[in-house]
T-cell receptor, first 113, second 116 residues
Framework: ETGVTQTPRHLVMGMTNKKSLKCEQH?????MYWYKQSAKKPLELMFV???????ENNSVPSRFSPECPNSSHLFLHLHTLQPEDSALYLC????????????FGPGTRLTVT | AQSVTQLGSHVSVSEGALVLLRCNYS??????LFWYVQYPNQGLQLLLK??????LVKGINGFEAEFKKSETSFHLTKPSAHMSDAAEYFC??????????????FGAGTRLAVHP
């Protein structure tokens, strides 16, 4: 595997379910990001991790819970989501949080029913 | 505060025609600017970037962009469109936030359609 991978690629869940999104980067980077991409809206930065420490929480509701066990892996735990949370969730990485160039994964298409 | 405006959410061109996707930015500091492309069911791929130096930047797949400070613009062009260029294109500016690190601020995107 190379670059940034995300699993699953597609996820359908009910509002009472609990699920997790996984991101893994194989680039030796130290910063990882979660973005939300909704239809007709700009990409929204959700969370930033730098050397496993969360450095940014962009006013994201608590039903989204990130976890970064090491610099290569990033999770987004989901629970009691709302239909408006349906979106493409993109993971990205960079050498460190100060780096301007980010590398993106293919995303997880989430549908909340 | 930094921001990005992409003019035209949809652009349609004929194969072989010039591609012009418009991006204007707002930044209180010298900007770093990026164009990303997103093909269907894929993540974002970096096309090109402007940091410092030469204002005409060449990227992958024959695309280029010119940084014009006086116009606060960073328009993306390609002389001759190919069917495979059909995708969504995002302009982004790098913004320095508290904590001393940079974040990318994205425009809303422009969907490019190429017809025979």
């Amino acid at each position: 595997e190379t670059g940034v991978t995300q699993t699953p690629r597609h996820l359908v869940m009910g509002m009472t379910n609990k699920k997790s999104l996984k991101c893994e980067q194989h680039l030796g980077h130290n910063a990882m990001y979660w973005y939300k991409q909704s239809a007709k809206k700009p990409l929204e930065l959700m969370f930033v991790y730098n050397f496993k420490e969360q450095t940014e929480n962009n006013s994201v509701p608590s039903r989204f819970s990130p976890e970064c066990p090491n610099s290569s892996h990033l999770f987004l735990h989901l629970h009691t989501l709302q239909p408006e949370d349906s979106a493409l969730y993109l993971c990205a990485s960079s050498q460190r949080a100060g780096e301007r160039e980010q590398y993106f994964g293919p995303g997880t298409r989430l549908t909340v029913t | 505060a930094q921001s990005v405006t992409q003019l035209g959410s949809h652009v349609s061109v004929s194969e072989g025609a010039l591609v012009l996707l418009r991006c204007n930015y707002s930044s209180s500091v010298p900007p770093y600017l990026f164009w990303y492309v997103q093909y269907p069911n894929q993540g974002l791929q970096l096309l090109l970037k402007y940091t410092t130096g030469a204002t005409l930047v060449k990227g992958i797949n024959g695309f280029e962009a010119e940084f014009k400070k006086s116009e606060t613009s960073f328009h993306l062009t390609k002389p001759s469109a190919h069917m495979s260029d059909a995708a969504e294109y995002f302009c982004a500016v790098s913004a320095l936030f508290s904590g001393g690190y940079n974040k990318l601020i994205f425009g809303a995107g422009t969907r490019l359609a190429v017809h025979p």
